[in-house]
């Protein structure tokens, strides 16, 4: 029987496209849905196209918990990937995941991480402070921000006319290259 998971995404989605994409061959995974939190976000299109149902759950709904927890056991979810979501899990969600919920985040943690910090904001932070290097971490999701067991890390240099622009196309090209495969090694 096929792993079972879920995608959570909350703005263009490429990186939920991508994870798709990449197992689109696979027996061992399926992506039966994609969850967001914003109606208008471009994952909904992507999901369209990927012919996997999306849903949207209001901020409100979402903290909550109850709603997912329903729609995951529903759709038998076994794992729960994070694939440039925005909000917090709530506790509850954790709780019915423990282990299992995997986040990317756009710098190496714990360097960058934290409430606010996602997308043009960490690579403008990185810019400011003058790293020498970025990258991406994937983590386990527990109940703090950016704060779960780390899983893998890959680097990328940043020079100093490197703007956060620059920075995040290099910081992407990690995150199409090392997502999809990290999951199959975790998971597969």
Request: aromatic letters at 10%.
């Amino acid at each position: 029987m096929p792993i079972k998971i879920a995608l959570f995404a909350s703005g263009s989605g490429s990186n939920a496209e991508n994870i798709a994409n990449y197992h689109s061959k696979s027996s061992v995974f399926e992506f039966p849905l994609i969850i967001s939190n914003k109606a208008d976000a471009y994952v909904h299109e992507r999901a369209k196209k990927l012919q996997i149902p999306s849903f949207t759950f209001p901020r409100e709904v979402f903290l909550a918990g109850d709603e997912i927890i329903t729609l995951l056991k529903e759709y038998e979810i076994d794992y729960i990937v994070l694939a440039g979501f925005l909000l917090k899990i709530p506790t509850s969600l954790v709780e019915a995941y423990p282990n299992k919920i995997i986040n990317i985040h756009p710098a190496l943690l714990p360097k960058f991480g934290g409430k606010g910090m996602y997308g043009q904001h960490v690579h403008q932070a990185v810019a400011d402070a003058g790293e020498i290097e970025s990258g991406i971490t994937i983590h386990y999701v527990n109940g703090n921000y950016d704060e779960g067991n780390i899983i893998f890390q890959a680097k990328c240099p940043v020079l100093p006319t490197d703007t956060p622009d620059m920075i995040a196309e290099k910081v992407h090209a990690l995150e199409y290259e090392h997502f999809p495969r990290i999951i199959s090694e975790l998971w597969g």
